[in-house]
């Protein structure tokens, strides 16, 4: 059974790969993860906020030192409790690199498209295999436009293309107006890879304190159907590997995710839940699946229930949408 991908240039074994996770924070726990099976491993981000106070003393250009600004950074987290900071990072990307044989993906984490991007050329001289970017924001002020959000990632993924040569996944929000168009101008730009999609969490209420309670929960299959409609809107039609994350609680999942295009699977709750070991379970029931329904290699399922062949592919999302309405039965 021939289960093997491309994802970033890089040829993988199978596409069940760990995404960004506490899995990564060490050295040994990336050792795990590559003796479980996992293809590749997107290593934990590093903040633009660390990077930039650790280079420049500022937080969203802010200075750490003007007691101004004190109430503000306050809910920001201080360097000492972050795992590691900017050369403690690079330090573990070279040493991941030095003890594990698949692909090490570094990761950066940030909401700008400014300076602390430069220390992407730092993570591949330490031997990163390609970056991700999660590009993480809530445009909270009122004044600024969609079509501005935009312009910044563009002219990002420009920049990142500069400055370093190994392959950029940008790790996207489905939150765009029109995310078909914005996804082909990223490729326009030179990114090599999307990733559908980064989490959105979103913070509580403590009705007894009054305050914001912030709420971290591991991902469901619930939040699977999201990612599949996009993949399949945009398999075969952009030149950028596309990777599926969140949402991949059991071996049917990634299978529905290859089915809509997905050229790789990034798993972080599953195996949070599980244990690295799971992803053993993923890739046997990948196999069996195939060979189910006799198809001999991954590349004869990839992509077949996208919209690659639809013609009038908004035409065929509202028509499934009205049918979807009318399903329910007393």
Same mark, same amino acid.
């Given at each position: 059974?021939?289960?093997?991908?491309?994802?970033?240039?890089?040829? +993988?074994?199978?596409?069940?790969?760990?995404?960004?996770?506490?899995?990564?924070?060490?050295?040994?726990?990336? $050792?795990? +993860? %590559?003796?479980?099976?996992?293809?590749?491993?997107?290593?934990?981000?590093?903040?633009?906020?660390?990077?930039?106070?650790?280079?420049?003393?500022?937080?969203?250009?802010?200075?750490?030192?003007?007691?101004?600004?004190?109430?503000?950074?306050?809910?920001?987290?201080?360097?000492?409790?972050?795992?590691?900071?900017?050369?403690?990072?690079?330090?573990?990307?070279?040493?991941? $690199?030095?003890?594990?044989?698949?692909?090490?993906?570094?990761?950066?984490? @940030?909401?700008?498209?400014?300076?602390?991007?430069?220390?992407?050329?730092?993570?591949?001289?330490? @031997?990163?295999?390609?970056? %991700?970017?999660?590009?993480?924001?809530?445009?909270?002020?009122?004044?600024?436009?969609?079509?501005?959000?935009?312009?910044?990632?563009?002219?990002?993924?420009?920049?990142?293309?500069?400055?370093?040569? /190994?392959?950029?996944?940008?790790?996207?929000?489905?939150?765009?107006?029109?995310?078909?168009?914005?996804?082909?101008?990223?490729?326009?730009?030179?990114?090599?890879?999307?990733?559908?999609?980064?989490?959105?969490?979103?913070?509580?209420?403590?009705?007894?304190?009054?305050?914001?309670?912030?709420?971290?929960?591991?991902?469901?299959?619930?939040?699977? +159907?999201?990612?599949?409609?996009?993949?399949?809107?945009?398999? @075969?039609?952009?030149?950028?590997?596309?990777?599926?994350?969140?949402?991949?609680?059991?071996?049917?999942?990634?299978?529905?995710? /290859?089915?809509?295009?997905?050229?790789?699977?990034?798993?972080?709750?599953?195996?949070?839940?599980? @244990?690295?070991?799971?992803?053993?379970?993923?890739?046997?029931?990948?196999?069996?699946?195939?060979?189910?329904?006799?198809?001999?290699?991954?590349?004869?399922?990839?992509?077949?229930?996208?919209?690659?062949?639809?013609?009038?592919?908004?035409?065929?999302?509202?028509?499934?949408?009205?049918?979807?309405?009318?399903?329910?039965?007393?």
């Amino acid at each position: 059974m021939e289960i093997q991908t491309s994802y970033l240039g890089m040829r +993988l074994d199978h596409p069940f790969m760990a995404g960004a996770s506490p899995l990564s924070y060490r050295v040994d726990g990336i $050792k795990r +993860l %590559e003796d479980a099976g996992c293809a590749a491993v997107v290593l934990h981000s590093l903040f633009e906020e660390q990077i930039t106070r650790d280079y420049s003393g500022h937080i969203a250009h802010m200075n750490v030192s003007d007691g101004t600004f004190a109430e503000t950074l306050s809910a920001f987290p201080q360097p000492a409790e972050y795992l590691m900071g900017p050369d403690e990072y690079a330090e573990h990307v070279y040493q991941a $690199k030095r003890t594990a044989d698949i692909p090490i993906i570094g990761s950066l984490n @940030g909401r700008t498209g400014e300076s602390w991007l430069k220390f992407a050329r730092t993570i591949e001289q330490a @031997g990163a295999d390609a970056l %991700e970017v999660n590009i993480y924001d809530v445009p909270a002020e009122l004044s600024e436009s969609s079509a501005a959000v935009e312009a910044q990632l563009e002219s990002l993924v420009g920049d990142l293309k500069h400055f370093i040569k /190994i392959p950029v996944a940008m790790k996207l929000s489905p939150f765009f107006t029109a995310l078909g168009s914005f996804a082909r101008r990223l490729d326009a730009a030179g990114a090599d890879g999307l990733v559908l999609f980064n989490r959105f969490y979103q913070p509580d209420v403590d009705i007894e304190t009054m305050r914001v309670s912030p709420q971290l929960e591991l991902s469901t299959s619930a939040e699977l +159907l999201l990612r599949l409609r996009w993949l399949a809107i945009l398999y @075969g039609r952009i030149r950028p590997s596309l990777a599926l994350s969140g949402g991949i609680a059991t071996p049917e999942d990634g299978i529905k995710s /290859i089915l809509a295009g997905a050229d790789v699977v990034q798993m972080v709750s599953a195996l949070l839940r599980h @244990g690295p070991s799971y992803v053993a379970t993923m890739r046997r029931g990948l196999e069996e699946w195939l060979e189910s329904h006799q198809l001999a290699t991954l590349a004869d399922a990839r992509g077949l229930v996208s919209l690659k062949a639809t013609k009038d592919a908004a035409s065929f999302e509202r028509a499934h949408y009205i049918h979807t309405l009318h399903s329910w039965a007393k």
